[in-house]
């Protein structure tokens, strides 16, 4: 059974940072595309960062710079480094698998449960 389970989400001001991590099991994070998405509320969930081991990594424009996704393959984990966090980053990030990355939702088999993200200004 995969299970993605996300951790590290909490309350910063602007400017701050936050790493976030989504723990794998039953999947592997070495041979799949790992992104992550957002939500906020009252808006369609976006991409925002994926990464796919020999193949690349994208980001999101609007986060760009100020994001970094990276993995650990030997702890089935991936994360996402927050840095110079912005009120309107503020959502619910979510994990997601696939065997291709994109920014499609529909492309992702499994999805973790999210974390919350809150900047205040």
């Known amino acids: 059974q995969v299970q993605l389970v996300e951790s590290g989400g909490g309350s910063v001001q602007a400017g701050g940072s936050l790493r976030l991590s989504c723990a794998a099991s039953?999947?592997?994070?070495?041979?799949?595309?790992m992104s992550w998405f957002r939500q906020a509320p009252g808006k369609e969930r976006e991409g925002v960062a994926s990464?796919?081991?020999?193949?690349?990594?994208n980001y999101a424009a609007s986060v760009e710079g100020r994001f970094t996704i990276s993995q650990d393959n030997a702890k089935n984990t991936v994360y996402l480094q927050m840095s110079s966090l912005k009120p309107e980053d503020t959502a619910m990030y979510y994990c997601?698998?696939?065997?291709?990355?994109?920014?499609?939702?529909?492309?992702?088999?499994?999805w973790g449960q999210g974390t919350q993200v809150t900047v205040s200004s």
């Open positions: 997601a698998a696939a065997r291709r990355c994109s920014w499609s939702l529909d492309a992702y088999q499994y």
């Open positions: 039953g999947y592997s994070t070495r041979t799949n595309c």
């Open positions: 990464i796919h081991i020999g193949i690349g990594i």
